[in-house]
């Protein structure tokens, strides 16, 4: 009885512990992936008329273009937080509040100096290849991490 006990916790600890309010690794990325998404998403609609791109492009178009050459990594991050959060709504619940986040930001500084401060990073988004997006995503930054904790281990 006490063995089936054990074998029964041990097989539902993994389940309760993902759905907890931790994350794993993986997730952890996903969520990171789709709070940078997001900013730039507002950031490029916010300074399109303000900045340039290298190349010349608006900085919305040159959103539009990141976006879409690294559309696999991005559907990746959506589908992992999908599992995670359980619903579209949810998910859209996540992206607009990274979204409103950044716009209250915009809202805060004059134009001019939210360009200034925040349009660099279109920029540099914008030479970065699927791994080196992939590491950033995967790198926390103080007061810009994840809005769960890691779960024990932080396993992928």
């Given at each position: ?21 931790c ?21 490029g ?47 859209r ?35 970065m ?28």
């Amino acid at each position: 009885m006490r063995l089936a006990l054990v074998l029964m916790a041990a097989l539902l600890l993994p389940g309760l512990a993902h759905a907890s309010g931790c994350y794993t690794a993986a997730e952890a990325e996903a969520e990171q992936g789709i709070r940078i998404h997001s900013e730039l998403m507002v950031i490029g609609l916010n300074c399109q008329h303000v900045a340039r791109a290298p190349g010349g492009q608006d900085l919305y178009a040159a959103y539009r273009a990141f976006s879409a050459r690294h559309a696999p990594v991005f559907g990746g991050y959506d589908a992992v937080m999908l599992r995670k959060l359980g619903s579209e709504e949810a998910l859209r619940a996540l992206r607009t509040d990274f979204s409103n986040a950044i716009a209250l930001e915009a809202a805060r500084m004059r134009p001019d100096v939210f360009c200034a401060t925040y349009a660099p990073r279109i920029a540099a988004v914008s030479a970065m290849d699927a791994d080196t997006l992939r590491r950033w995503a995967a790198t926390p930054f103080p007061g810009h991490g994840p809005t769960r904790p890691l779960c024990a281990g932080g396993g992928r």
